[in-house]
């Protein structure tokens, strides 16, 4: 099997992919589906894990440093998207930015191209049966947060971060 080819975008090498659920609470009752990620290796050695479908971006010198501030970043905006806007215009925010353009055309292209080469190998980005897992896991993680008094959930989506990814695939290594 082996390493599989590099992908390159503008701002470094595709290193990974992966899927993110932010859950439901009792202060953020939206249902936002999954969204995908990649995990981009810049020139300089640092990680940016970037949101596609929002366009979220979260750094870090360690992949899971970046993953956990992206989904930091992308909890801060969904929660201030709709804090901040009617609920109808913060759905069409959110409509808007799942339009492609020349960025998340690249992204997606990327993206797609990852999911290409592991299937050529045989390798799954779908596992339904460990997504269920976790998703099961998540949910019963946010129940007890949320039986907790509202000034002990402060700082809690950064310590959750890692629980929200539902899915990561890296490239380099082989099944």
């Not at 080469?117 to 980005?125: A, D, V």
Request: some cysteine; proline content about 3%.
């Amino acid at each position: 099997m082996g390493l599989l080819p590099s992908i390159i975008v503008k701002r470094g090498e595709v290193i990974g992919i992966g899927k993110v659920k932010i859950p439901r609470t009792r202060d953020f009752d939206h249902e936002i589906q999954m969204l995908s990620f990649l995990v981009i290796k810049e020139p300089s050695g640092s990680f940016i894990s970037t949101c596609i479908h929002l366009r979220i971006d979260g750094y870090g010198g360690t992949i899971r440093e970046a993953q956990g501030d992206m989904v930091e970043n992308i909890s801060y905006f969904l929660a201030k998207n709709f804090e901040s806007l009617s609920v109808e215009d913060a759905w069409d925010n959110l409509r808007d930015l799942f339009k492609t353009d020349e960025w998340s055309n690249e992204l997606w292209d990327a993206y797609h191209e990852v999911q290409i080469q592991l299937s050529t190998q045989g390798r799954p980005t779908d596992n339904v049966e460990h997504l269920q897992q976790r998703l099961e896991s998540l949910a019963e993680r946010v129940r007890e947060l949320e039986s907790r008094e509202a000034r002990e959930l402060e700082g809690e989506i950064s310590a959750l971060g890692e629980n929200l990814i539902v899915d990561y695939t890296p490239v380099e290594k082989a099944a």
